[in-house]
T-cell receptor
């Protein structure tokens, strides 16, 4: 079956630091990969996605590259801001049914 | 943008009672919605797929008689936790995919915190 393993948190950083959250997956076929973000008191929002190998998803300064050879989709941002404080979820979908398998989530706190 | 709402945002109930949670798509129609459950510091686990006008499909291990799902309209799905017990305490989240030309995005509700005493 499908599974997502995500770096455990919490992660605490200073503003302008570099952020990496590791994510690896196990899936049948060729899954689509996602990063969702949940800000305090809000629902999950799609941050970025990649649908095939070597695709790079990017949004709001965040990037993640679909690496089929290492079955990974690590999230990176070069310079975080306090407003990036949130919980980040890696997820995959391997069919056309929109069903998602999630990682455990990583809580990121950015200090001013 | 598209918004999915949930009501209530939190609920406390006594053991043995039933609790209904609503999930609404506010500016788009959703023939399919999903219900997830999240335990503290754990991943979201898909419970079931709610299908408008037909029966919900449940993931393995989820008791369909325990978690009743009704998708009565294109904008509303409800999850009823029947005869709730403390082990049902959790964070319940719904989502709805918005499909259409150039957009295949899934939108999530803010979640409902259920505490069963």
């Amino acid at each position: 079956g499908n599974s997502v393993t995500q770096m455990e948190g919490p992660v605490t950083l200073s503003e302008e630091a570099f952020l990496t959250i590791n994510c690896t997956y196990t899936a049948t076929g060729y899954p689509s990969l996602f990063w969702y973000v949940q800000y305090p008191g809000e629902g999950l929002q799609l941050l970025l996605k990649a649908t095939k190998a070597d695709d790079k998803g990017s949004n709001k300064g965040f990037e993640a590259t679909y690496r089929k050879e290492t079955t990974s989709f690590h999230l990176e941002k070069g310079s975080v801001q306090v407003s990036d404080s949130a919980v980040y979820f890696c997820a995959l979908s391997s069919g056309n049914d929109y069903k998602l398998s999630f990682g455990a989530g990583t809580t990121v706190t950015v200090r001013a | 943008g598209a918004v999915v709402s949930q009501h209530p945002s939190w609920v406390i109930c006594k053991s043995g009672t039933s609790v209904k949670i609503e999930c609404r798509s506010l500016d788009f129609q959703a023939t399919t919605m999903f219900w997830y459950r999240q335990f503290p510091k754990q991943s979201l686990m898909l419970m079931a797929t709610s299908n408008e006008g037909s029966k919900a499909t449940y993931e393995q291990g989820v008791e369909k008689d325990k978690f009743l799902i009704n998708h009565a309209s294109l904008t509303l799905s409800t999850l009823t936790v029947t005869s709730a017990h403390p082990e049902d305490s959790s964070f319940y989240i719904c989502s709805a995919p918005r499909t259409g030309t150039g957009t295949d995005t899934q939108y999530f509700g803010p979640g409902t915190r259920l505490t069963v005493l």
